[in-house]
């Protein structure tokens, strides 16, 4: 009955969605998972691998193809396991090896790619490497970087330059033990590995074999372009910014940012990988890029060899206090503008440095940012809880766990704090929203989760939520997938763009960041239907799905985006078949797990 039911699907689905010339990773919809707060199984009141699979069918009913995970490597948790102790294990917070494998398995069994997040810049001052560096035990001696430090005129020995952690205070620290300076881009207690160490290239080598070995498709790569300095440790000039000299903005970060050292680490790993795939099964596996970096860097690790740089433009270049004029001269524009030749784009409006879009920019717009995350060019990036507009909680000084917060004093620590973004997912309004059986979780849960949640959100006519999981709908289509994209500004407050290719219905997305109606013309789209209908509609849309309009004349509603489809015939088979591939995955999938 089953196969049945598929065939029939499929007999019924004649358009064409998915192009076999695209390698699995240029269409992907990636969702980041921040572990410690998507699912806790056991109740203690944070995030586990045990969580994460118990919710992986949710994904797959969603549209999501590819899920990736802050680590879970073995931690100390100073920083909340980006400090690593051991990049081959488990810690025991988040679960157990087959814990992680049962995880990957799961996954496969369903469809999903699985990525990890690899930390290649430094590990825990507690990992069995730098206790024997710091002992002078070969050949663990120069894994890291040490430095004796600066004589001055009294012989008294000094920091070697003027070098700030990213987090504040001074990037060096002295150990009585060895007597010397090691140098931290983040804190004290995550000591930067030395990558002109041949050995440390190759132990980061195995490293990465290893996870593909346990079932992995790929990795993001966190800092990547903090991995190598300038080894004749010369001051970095003064930004004028501020007179703090251990404030991270008070230098320009000439000297331990994108060395060019960093890029031909790029290149050797992307060997690796594609090594890898050759010689197992040809599967791409992939790279993923954390950089925050000016666009012409950002650009040069295609040329390395990434699959994709993340691109962070619409977090860091702009809010929701610009003009739709600014974004799209300053995220868009700047970005395709500038990138590559034959190459994949991708499209980032969050993740678990940043404050949350309904915050950054506002709820009212969360749907229009998820337009236009998801229907430009390319690989979309959703960070967990934005598909039902997840707001940022203000969390006291006493509840305050972020590590680049705590440094900070109680008068200022809000300024740094990145545990507002990082509340626990919002599943439905029983205990803990539904995260844990647990009152107390290691975060607080927002005070709103009992109207604002997911389970409350599948059940709404309209929502974030169900906005969302029509736009990953949507990008199965063959229009979004290869189709040519043309951006442009209707007025100072609305921007729109098309999706066009030869055989398929156009598809426009209008978005208004003004707060009153706009009206505009949409005669710019040349091969528009002259009579379209909303496709896609945000939830404060006055214009809502079905609702037909005409080319010349758009009344769209503040603070929102709609997707518009020909008013034809084909423009509404092409909805109805969008529709018939979000069924026929979900039964492809189910068929599957059984």
């Known amino acids: 009955m089953r196969g049945l039911l598929i065939l029939s699907l499929l007999a019924l689905t004649s358009w064409s969605s998915v192009n076999a010339d695209l390698d699995w990773w240029q269409t992907a919809s990636v969702y980041q998972v921040y572990p410690r707060s998507w699912m806790d199984s056991d109740g203690d009141g944070i995030g586990d691998i045990p969580g994460i699979e118990s919710k992986l069918e949710y994904l797959v009913d969603t549209g999501i193809d590819t899920f990736w995970m802050s680590p879970v490597y073995e931690s100390p948790m100073v920083d909340f396991g980006y400090d690593i102790s051991n990049f081959t294990s488990i810690d025991s917070i988040f679960g157990t090896m087959d814990d992680f494998d049962n995880l990957v398995a799961t996954a496969k069994s369903l469809g999903l790619k699985v990525i990890m997040d690899l930390v290649p ?21 120069d894994y890291y970087i040490w430095h004796n430090g600066t004589e001055l005129e009294n012989g008294t020995i000094t920091r070697p330059n003027n070098w700030i952690s990213y987090f504040g205070g001074y990037a060096w620290t002295w150990s009585s033990e060895r007597q010397a300076y090691y140098y931290h881009k983040f804190t004290e207690e995550q000591p930067d590995l030395n990558y002109r160490n041949e050995l440390v290239v190759q132990e980061m080598k195995d490293i990465i074999e290893f996870w593909l070995d346990r079932g992995v498709d790929g990795f993001r790569v966190d800092a990547v372009d903090t991995l190598f300095e300038d080894e004749t440790y010369p001051d970095e000039p003064l930004s004028g910014l501020t007179d703090d000299p251990t404030d991270y903005d008070y230098t320009l970060h000439y000297y331990t940012m994108a060395q060019d050292e960093t890029y031909e680490m790029v290149t050797q790993w992307r060997t690796l990988l594609d090594d890898y795939a050759f010689k197992t099964d040809n599967v791409t596996r992939i790279m993923m890029m954390e950089t925050y970096e000016n666009v012409t860097q950002v650009m040069k690790f295609y040329d390395a ?39 994949t784009s991708d499209w980032v409006i969050g993740n678990h440095d940043r404050k949350r879009v309904a915050t950054r920019y506002s709820s009212e717009q969360v749907d229009a940012m998820n337009m236009i995350n998801h229907l430009l060019p390319g690989v979309s990036v959703t960070y967990y809880g934005e598909e039902i507009g997840m707001e940022n909680l203000w969390i006291s000084w006493e509840d305050t766990q972020d590590p680049w917060a705590c440094n900070q004093d109680e008068d200022t620590y809000e300024l740094y704090s990145r545990d507002p973004n990082r509340t626990p997912m919002q599943w439905d309004a029983t205990t803990s929203a539904g995260f844990s059986t647990n009152e107390s979780t290691w975060l607080p849960v927002h005070s709103n989760y009992l109207t604002l949640n997911l389970a409350a959100q599948m059940e709404a006519e309209v929502s974030h939520y169900k906005v969302y999981k029509a736009l990953i709908s949507l990008r199965q289509e063959s229009v979004i997938q290869e189709g040519s994209v043309n951006v442009q500004l209707l007025t100072d407050n609305v921007m729109a763009f098309s999706r066009e290719l030869d055989g398929s219905d156009p598809v426009i997305v209008v978005t208004n960041f003004a707060n009153n109606t706009e009206t505009v013309s949409l005669d710019v789209f040349e091969n528009a239907s002259d009579n379209m209908v909303v496709s896609i509609a945000s939830i404060n849309s006055e214009l809502t799905e079905g609702t037909a309009v005409s080319r010349s004349s758009v009344e769209i509603s503040a603070l929102s985006g709609i997707v518009l489809r020909s008013g034809t015939d084909s423009g509404a088979n092409a909805i109805l078949s969008s529709a018939f591939f979000t069924l026929l995955m979900a039964v492809l999938a189910r068929s599957i797990r059984c």
Request: hydrophobic fraction near 40%.
């Open 121 to 141: 810049n430094h590990s825990s001052d507690e990992h069995e490497w730098f206790i024997k560096s710091l002992a002078g035990i070969d050949p663990y001696t």
């Open 305 to 343: 060899g990434a699959h994709f740089p993340f691109n962070f433009f619409l977090i860091m270049n702009v809010n929701g206090s610009n003009t739709a004029s600014e974004i799209k001269e300053l995220a868009i524009d700047e970005w395709l503008d500038n990138l590559p030749d034959n190459v």
